[in-house]
């Protein structure tokens, strides 16, 4: 393993917790931190894959070849192949039969509210899982409350802020942000808060990408 040199590098990753891709693109991130050691700081943003989607979510096959116009045998090899690459992550993914998708504008006030505390990433973590590992009710506030006590945060306030609408211009301030960048697909970062780099690139290609903003930053230095 490489040594740790430099300042940490800043990686801003706007993404939806109902995408797999992101979900993906952030454990290759991780699993290229780790291999070339050099320090990050991650910082999450908002963006909605379905803004529009009724509280009570879709069947995601039927929303997927809804939205997308793909057939059942793509659904299946698309499902086989994301929990391949989550298996090979150390991150599971796993589908189940009427697994269902949903708007996630209060998740995102949520994390917004974490973040004051300094656990947005942690709570975007357990987010993650709760979908992809656990497949858990994403739309049901009890159930999202429970994930966050589980990590220590207050879970009669996360129940307030789950079903009220604090947080909510906030979060709509940090969409439009970055929506007026050009950010229209997830996930998206934005690396030194000046390269962008879109979709799931492989532990590869992020652990490259690292490399050369470390050796960029110490040659500047």
């Not at 030194?192 to 960029?216: C, D």
């Amino acid at each position: 393993m490489a040594q740790a040199t430099g300042q940490t590098l800043r990686i801003d990753i706007v993404s939806d917790v109902m995408c797999p891709w992101c979900f993906v693109g952030y454990h290759q991130l991780r699993l290229a931190q780790e291999q070339t050691a050099i320090p990050i700081e991650v910082f999450w943003h908002p963006f909605e894959l379905n803004p529009q989607m009724a509280p009570e979510g879709e069947e995601l096959r039927e929303h997927l070849m809804g939205k997308y116009g793909i057939t059942v045998e793509q659904s299946i090899e698309a499902r086989a192949r994301l929990e391949a690459i989550g298996d090979e992550l150390n991150a599971p993914i796993r589908f189940t039969d009427g697994k269902r998708i949903y708007n996630t504008f209060a998740l995102h006030r949520l994390l917004h509210w974490a973040a004051e505390s300094g656990q947005a990433g942690a709570l975007k973590l357990a987010l993650f899982e709760a979908y992809f590992t656990d497949s858990k009710e994403m739309n049901d506030p009890q159930v999202m409350a429970d994930v966050a006590a589980a990590l220590g945060l207050d879970r009669a306030r996360a129940l307030e802020i789950l079903t009220g609408d604090d947080y909510a211009e906030e979060v709509r301030a940090k969409q439009q942000f970055w929506t007026s960048k050009g950010i229209s697909g997830v996930p998206a970062m934005v690396f030194e808060r000046q390269h962008l780099v879109t979709g799931a690139q492989g532990v590869e290609n992020y652990a490259s990408i690292l490399t050369q903003l470390a050796a960029a930053q110490a040659g500047a230095a």
